[in-house]
C-alpha cells in the first residue's frame, strides 16, 4: 500500500520561510516523479514545484520561481520543497503528488498523479 506523508506546515510570518517534507512509503521511490500542489480556501488545486526521479530536472510555477527549491533524497524515500520569502498568497494546503514516470520533461507538471498525500495547512501571516 503507497502512503505519501507531508509534514512541516505550520504558520510563519512574511518574509519566513518553511521546509516541507513529503515521505513515502510502498513504492519504488526511485521510479516516480514528485510534484508538489497546493489549494487555498475557495480556489482550485494548483501546481507548485516538481522534480523528476533522479532529482536531475525541476520545474516550478512562476508565481513561486525563485523563492522555493524542491529536492530529493532518494535513500530517504523523501521529497523537500524549501520555500523562502513567503507571501500570504502561498497560504494554503500543500499536498505531494508521485507520478509514475522516469522522462524528464515537464510533462510532469501536466500528468495526471498516481498517488497523492493528505496535505499539510501552511499559513503566512502579513
Known amino acids: 500500500q503507497v502512503h505519501l506523508v507531508e509534514s512541516g506546515g505550520g504558520l510563519v510570518q512574511a518574509g519566513g520561510s518553511l521546509r516541507l517534507s513529503c515521505a513515502a512509503s510502498?513504492?519504488?521511490?526511485?521510479?516516480?516523479?514528485i510534484d508538489w500542489f497546493r489549494q487555498a480556501p475557495g480556489k482550485e488545486r494548483e501546481f507548485v514545484a516538481a522534480?523528476?526521479?533522479?532529482?536531475?530536472?525541476?520545474y516550478f510555477a512562476d508565481s513561486v520561481k525563485g523563492r522555493f527549491t524542491i529536492s530529493r533524497d532518494n535513500a530517504k524515500n523523501t521529497v523537500y520543497l524549501q520555500m523562502n520569502s513567503l507571501k500570504p498568497e502561498d497560504t494554503a494546503v500543500y499536498y505531494c503528488?508521485?507520478?509514475?514516470?522516469?522522462?524528464?520533461?515537464?510533462?510532469?507538471?501536466?500528468?495526471?498523479?498516481?498517488?497523492w498525500g493528505q496535505g499539510t495547512q501552511v499559513t503566512v501571516s502579513s
Open positions: 522534480i523528476t526521479w533522479s532529482g536531475g530536472t525541476t
Open positions: 510502498g513504492l519504488i521511490f526511485g521510479n516516480y516523479a
Open positions: 503528488a508521485a507520478l509514475a514516470t522516469t522522462t524528464q520533461s515537464q510533462s510532469i507538471r501536466y500528468l495526471k498523479p498516481n498517488y
